[in-house]
């Protein structure tokens, strides 16, 4: 699937949206009521010695903010899970925009060795660290506060 981020590099925005989008849902879903969540994601082009090799970094809060402004700790649970679906949608993704066959995506569903692995050591996509605590999703939203970068429609009040 790299070789079609190398020629369309829209790709990368409309991925980025649909990575959000899949935590979104799934939050909702567990805090079984609408929160808004945040996170930080950016693409990557290149890996060690600059080859070609598409793939995202992202920082996300472990839950969201209910309609009250009350943060909602949601943990992430099995990762391994989340991939797979991850893998799934964006497959989905490809075969909706006709970049690849029918044929293809099954293919790409049933491959031992998922697409979503490094190219260089075939470890598989990994969550390197997750904040769990509460108050730490805390210290950083008032550091946001603090320097005048907030989410927006966040309510600072709600850290008290």
């Given at each position: ?20 989008a899949m ?89 031992k060795h ?6 260089c050591c ?39």
């Amino acid at each position: 699937m790299r070789p079609y981020f190398r020629h369309n590099r829209w790709l990368f925005a409309e991925v980025s949206r649909l990575i959000f989008a899949m935590l979104q849902r799934f939050y909702n879903k567990a805090a079984k009521k609408p929160v808004r969540t945040g996170m930080v994601l950016a693409y990557q082009t290149s890996g060690e010695f600059l080859r070609w090799n598409p793939h995202f970094h992202w920082l996300v809060l472990e839950g969201g903010f209910d309609e009250r402004g009350k943060f909602v700790h949601i943990p992430l649970g099995d990762i391994h899970r989340m991939s797979e679906y991850f893998r799934r949608v964006v497959i989905r993704f490809f075969l909706k925009k006709e970049l690849i066959t029918a044929h293809l995506a099954t293919s790409l569903i049933n491959w031992k060795h998922s697409a979503f692995v490094c190219p260089c050591c075939s470890a598989p996509m990994r969550v390197l660290a997750v904040i769990t605590e509460p108050e730490e999703v805390r210290k950083i939203l008032r550091h946001l506060v603090k320097i005048g970068r907030s989410p927006p429609g966040f309510d600072p009040a709600s850290l008290n």
